[in-house]
């Protein structure tokens, strides 16, 4: 009878669903949120990771104004 938030997950295309879509099919299916991760690659001139924050800015942003239909 919590909420619960999804969080620490990597903005990818996830079991069929696009990486743009993520937030919002977690809000739509009743979570109270979701927090994208990132990480930053030790080794020089590697950055795997650097397009996931990007992604979870967007995400979070288009959350930002959204609103819950319950």
Do not use: C, H
Request: proline share 6%; glycine share 12%; net charge positive.
């Amino acid at each position: 009878d919590k909420p619960l938030v999804i969080a620490e997950f990597f903005l990818d295309d996830t079991f069929g669903v696009p990486w743009q879509a993520l937030y919002p099919t977690l809000r739509s299916r009743g979570y109270a949120g979701a927090l994208g991760w990132q990480w930053s690659n030790a080794y020089a001139g590697r950055a795997e990771g650097v397009r996931q924050w990007p992604r979870i800015l967007e995400s979070t942003r288009g959350m930002a104004g959204a609103r819950v239909q319950q």
